[in-house]
């Protein structure tokens, strides 16, 4: 399965201590490496792993790889960014749905099951998404 990660599913994969981290781990498995994602992402999974080197290891073991170029999409990621400023999305966020139109065969791996599933690719389009499931309450 050739998939785009969120920043939710690289913290849970990499902290034994995360919700979804049995998810991850089991996820993971199903894989086939890398996941892609960018380097906004990579930076959010950092500051919430508390751990740059440890991002750094995961790019350096090719378990997930920035595919990403920020520049060439800027106006897609602008006009993303109005549609949907009413949801306060991040840049993490908008990169990884500009990714899900540029991979169209990728699925998004993220536990933000929320926002994503508002979120649309090519302006109508649901992303395809692999979250974890829903806990009784």
Same mark, same amino acid.
């Given at each position: 399965?050739?998939?785009?990660?969120?920043?939710?599913?690289?913290?849970?994969?990499?902290?034994?201590?995360? *919700?979804?981290?049995?998810?991850?781990?089991?996820?993971?498995? %199903?894989?086939?490496?890398?996941?892609?994602?960018?380097?906004?992402?990579?930076?959010?999974?950092?500051?919430?792993?508390?751990?740059?080197?440890?991002?750094?290891?995961?790019?350096?073991?090719?378990?997930?790889?920035?595919?990403?170029?920020?520049?060439?999409? $800027?106006?897609?990621?602008?006009? @993303?960014?109005?549609?949907?400023?009413?949801?306060?999305? %991040?840049?993490?966020? @908008?990169?990884? $749905?500009?990714?899900?139109? *540029?991979?169209?065969?990728? $699925?998004?791996?993220?536990?933000?099951?929320? %926002?994503?599933?508002?979120?649309?690719?090519?302006?109508?389009?649901?992303?395809?998404?692999?979250?974890?499931?829903?806990?009784?309450?």
């Amino acid at each position: 399965m050739n998939v785009i990660a969120d920043t939710g599913f690289i913290v849970a994969f990499a902290n034994s201590d995360d *919700l979804y981290h049995e998810w991850a781990l089991q996820v993971a498995s %199903d894989l086939s490496p890398p996941a892609l994602t960018c380097e906004a992402v990579l930076a959010e999974a950092a500051f919430k792993l508390r751990s740059t080197n440890l991002v750094l290891e995961l790019v350096e073991a090719d378990l997930i790889r920035p595919a990403f170029d920020l520049i060439p999409n $800027i106006s897609q990621l602008h006009e @993303l960014a109005n549609r949907y400023a009413d949801r306060q999305p %991040d840049l993490a966020d @908008l990169c990884v $749905i500009r990714m899900s139109e *540029l991979f169209p065969r990728h $699925i998004v791996i993220t536990v933000d099951e929320t %926002d994503f599933r508002v979120y649309r690719r090519n302006k109508r389009d649901m992303i395809p998404l692999l979250c974890p499931p829903k806990r009784a309450r």
